[in-house]
């Protein structure tokens, strides 16, 4: 088994033909769990996109889990997105479906057939994100952290090895945000691969883990020491 689920060697990530990040180069091994720090405008969401395929790249190779996105054509553009989950900071849900039907929704348009398995996936996804008893709600009946529990576990349907999350505890209050770091914690230690990129540096305190810094146009892979230090979150 490959044990590399993102390898980038000299990308430029570019937004409508401008560099955004230069000679980004870093690899992601299967279950690691780390952060996408940076300021504002820094790059973040823009590599994220890169990734999964939603921002073309002129220069460089990218390798997600064991496609390299150059030569991938259109056609296998989702079998690419099966193995990510992909949370966003806004849930983007449909409004309009239940619970149920959101995920029903994905796992049609992935393939799923058989109802008998449709049901057991929706248990067992709803089980792990703790939303047993919500199946029949409407998103407008759910909190902001339980709508973002539900994008989670539809990320989840297909077994992704790699879930990458764009600032998923951006519209959340600060408790409400611990708690949902705690089930990507617990994604993460069932093997899942988590990118997350966010603004909450405390996060790094309660669950120190690698860092990955978008800063002056480049990608830097930084030491935790030197992270708490420009952080100024002390030891
Ligand atoms: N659709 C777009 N078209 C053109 N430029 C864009 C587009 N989206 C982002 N950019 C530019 O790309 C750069 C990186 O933006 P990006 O959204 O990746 O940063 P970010 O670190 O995710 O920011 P934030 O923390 O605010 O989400 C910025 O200069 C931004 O203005």
């Given at each position: 088994?490959?044990?590399t689920v993102v390898s980038f060697r000299g990308v430029t990530v570019e937004q409508q033909g401008n560099s955004v990040l230069s000679e980004v180069s870093f690899d992601v091994a299967k279950g690691e769990f780390l952060y996408l720090l940076g300021k504002?405008?820094?790059g973040k969401s823009s590599i994220l996109?890169?990734?999964?395929a939603d921002l073309p790249f002129r220069v460089?190779?990218?390798?997600i889990s064991d496609y390299e996105?150059?030569?991938l054509p259109q056609k296998e553009l989702p079998y690419l997105r099966r193995k990510l989950g992909i949370v966003f900071q806004d849930f983007e849900l449909l409004t309009d479906r239940t619970v149920e039907d959101n995920l029903l929704f994905v796992m049609k348009a992935t393939g799923w057939k058989k109802e008998s398995l449709m049901q057991q996936r929706m248990d067992d996804l709803l089980t792990l994100v703790g939303l047993e008893a919500y199946r029949k709600k409407y998103p407008h009946q759910l909190s902001g952290g339980e709508q973002q529990r539900v994008a989670i576990a539809r990320a989840l349907i297909n077994?992704?090895?790699l879930l990458l999350a764009d600032e998923p505890t951006g519209n959340l209050d600060p408790v409400v945000a611990q708690d949902i770091l705690k089930l990507f914690i617990k994604i993460n230690q069932q093997g899942t691969a988590v990118i997350m990129a966010?603004?909450?540096h405390n996060f790094l305190k309660m669950h120190p883990s690698r860092?990955?810094?978008c800063e002056e146009g480049r990608l830097r892979d930084i030491s935790k020491a030197q992270v708490l230090q420009r952080l100024d979150l002390g030891s």
């Open positions: 088994m490959k044990d504002t405008g820094s996109k890169t990734m999964y460089g190779t990218i390798v996105l150059a030569k077994d992704p090895v966010t603004h909450y860092v990955i810094f």
